[in-house]
Each structure stands twice: as structure tokens, then as C-alpha cells.
């Protein structure tokens, strides 16, 4: 079989429940260009993985790092490192998912599409249908669920909010090779917002505005939808420990962007990141005119309420 364009990288940790109909998704795919690496985060996964690989040779790959990660964070920068730059394609995938038998061939059309010149960085991302345990529909747009608009993709704009779900997300090889250049950059907010902002910056995210997965909700989920126009969360976006906390690591992983790519980038998007680190020393007024001058404001009213009063 000739060398597949796309590399799918699983990370599973605890993962037994859910990860057979995951992998099942995947061998349903209505197209062959591509292969599995499957990693564990532990042992209780470890069976299910190495079934499926004895099963699927041609298609499937379970590695065993003998690391332990701690996060899905790491334990992606990790394959991606190690498992995604001798492929021309990567994509991310959780293990409890299920995957809608088209998405990696919607997903990699579109890339072509969007992928102008393949020396530059693209990543495109889609949307996700919200389900639940048993995968009945909970809502057919994670985006419009969460009130997010999977097109803010500037570097400005992502710099303060990230509208990327890893689980959507199709990388190329430029852009693979610029983020694991990053390792395991312990302020890194999530992989899937570095890579966008690595993409925003030097070269293209897209969005394509169609749902490719079912997104299953469980008490487990690390991350998860949310009802953003619900009472309990409009609250939460008022709270101000938890304004305060994803403040601090979106500034804290502005600093290390600009760290790691500075030679790279533009003097505006120097300054977008200069002037997020400013908001940590500077008066109410100097951070309010900042977030204009800059604009570094998120969407939504109850988002942007909560960078005026806690920013």
C-alpha cells in the first residue's frame, strides 16, 4: 500500500467504554487514504488498542511510549512529534467520538482546496454535533451551542479565544513542522489552539462549517460542550476566578508564542502579544484601550463583560 496521506493520531487514556466505536468509525471511512496510530495514556485501554491493531495491520498502528502524559495536551504534542511529520496530512482524535463515515474525505477535499501552497502552514477545523452518552442528538452545532464563530481565525482574534476543536482539526506537514518545534511548552493553553495560532500567523486556518462528528458528552469529558446561553454558564462568564484564571494562561501563552516564533512573525502580531502581556501590569484604562487598539476582544457580550471588568 502506497504511503497515505492523512495520519490519524488517537490518544486514549481510560478510554475502554467509548474507543471501539471510535476505531469503528474510522475502518468506516469512505476513503483508504489513510492510517491509525493508536497511543494509551495508561493500562486500561491497552487490550482494546492492541486488538484493533492485530486486527487491522494494514491500517492500524498501537505504540507503546511507556510514557505517561497527564494530559491529552502532551500526549498529542508527543505523537505529533514523533508520528506525524512523515505524512502529508495529520488529524486529531479523541476517544469517545464518533466520526461521520465522510469526514476524513470532506475534511482533506477541503484542505487541498484551501492549501494554495504547500510550504505554508494551513490547518481547517469543522464543526461537531453534540450528543450524549448514546449518541441521541443534543444539538446539531457545537458552535452555535457554545455561541462561537468557528471563522474568528485572525491572529488577533485567536490570541484571546480559541474557536478550533482539536477533534475537527486537519493539519499539513508545513504547519506540523512549526508546532513540534513547540514540544512540551508548559504554557500552551491546548494543542489545538497553539496550532491555530501557528496557522493564523504564518499562513491559513480555515473553517468549514458542517458537522464531520459526533461529539458524545459524558461526566468524563476533559473539555466538552456547553450551553452558552445558558443562566449557569452566562454566571460563570462573570466569575471572576475563572476570568482571571483563563486571563493569566492565555497571556502567559501569548509570552511563549512570541518566545518560541518571534523571529517569524510580523511586528503587528509582535505587538498584539506585547500589548496581551501588558494587560497583566497596566491600569483598568491602559487594558481597556489596549483590548480596542489591539482588537483583542472575545465574542459575545457575556464574554466581553467579563474581559472588561476582570481584564
Given at each position: 500500500m502506497e504511503k497515505p496521506k492523512v495520519t490519524v493520531l488517537l490518544a486514549a487514556y481510560k478510554g475502554s467504554r467509548y474507543v471501539g466505536a471510535q476505531i469503528d468509525s474510522i475502518l468506516a471511512q469512505d476513503t483508504d487514504d489513510w492510517q491509525l496510530i493508536l497511543s494509551d495514556d495508561g493500562e486500561e485501554t491497552v487490550p482494546v488498542l492492541e486488538a484493533y491493531a492485530k486486527a487491522?495491520?494494514?491500517?492500524?498502528?498501537?505504540?507503546?511510549?511507556?510514557?505517561?502524559?497527564?494530559?491529552?495536551?502532551?500526549?498529542?504534542?508527543?505523537?505529533?512529534?514523533?508520528?506525524?511529520?512523515?505524512?502529508?496530512?495529520?488529524?486529531?482524535?479523541?476517544?469517545?467520538?464518533?466520526?461521520?463515515?465522510?469526514?476524513?474525505?470532506?475534511?482533506?477535499?477541503?484542505?487541498?482546496?484551501?492549501?494554495?501552497?504547500?510550504?505554508?502552514?494551513?490547518?481547517?477545523?469543522?464543526?461537531?454535533?453534540?450528543?450524549d452518552e448514546e449518541l441521541e442528538e443534543m444539538a446539531p452545532s457545537f458552535l452555535r451551542f457554545s455561541k462561537m464563530d468557528g471563522s474568528r481565525l485572525a491572529f488577533h482574534e485567536l490570541l484571546v479565544q480559541n474557536v478550533v476543536t482539536g477533534c475537527t482539526v486537519m493539519i499539513n506537514h508545513s504547519l506540523a513542522v512549526l508546532a513540534a518545534r513547540a514540544g512540551d511548552v508548559p504554557q500552551m493553553m491546548m494543542h489545538d489552539w497553539w496550532m491555530a495560532l501557528i496557522a493564523a500567523a504564518f499562513g491559513k486556518a480555515a473553517f468549514l462549517p458542517t458537522a464531520t462528528m459526533d461529539y458524545r458528552q459524558h461526566k468524563s469529558n476533559q473539555v466538552g460542550a456547553k450551553d452558552a446561553g445558558s443562566l449557569r454558564y452566562l454566571l460563570s462568564r462573570l466569575n471572576g476566578s475563572y476570568v482571571l484564571d483563563m486571563r493569566d494562561g492565555t497571556l502567559v501563552q501569548a509570552g511563549a508564542f512570541l518566545k518560541l516564533y518571534g523571529e517569524r512573525m510580523t511586528e503587528e502580531q509582535k505587538n498584539d502579544c506585547r500589548a496581551m502581556l501588558g494587560l497583566a501590569s497596566h491600569g483598568k484604562i491602559w487594558r481597556l484601550r489596549a483590548l480596542t487598539r489591539h482588537r483583542l476582544w472575545k465574542n459575545t457580550l457575556p464574554r466581553r463583560l467579563g474581559q472588561v471588568i476582570y481584564w
Open positions: 487491522h495491520p494494514d491500517r492500524i498502528r498501537h505504540i507503546r511510549s511507556g510514557e505517561r502524559f497527564g494530559s491529552a495536551q502532551k500526549h498529542f504534542m508527543y505523537l505529533l512529534t514523533h508520528y506525524g511529520l512523515e505524512t502529508d496530512y495529520v488529524m486529531f482524535c479523541d476517544q469517545d467520538d464518533v466520526w461521520h463515515p465522510d469526514k476524513i474525505r470532506v475534511t482533506l477535499e477541503f484542505m487541498e482546496a484551501e492549501e494554495t501552497d504547500p510550504a505554508l502552514p494551513v490547518l481547517v477545523h469543522t464543526d461537531l454535533k453534540v450528543v
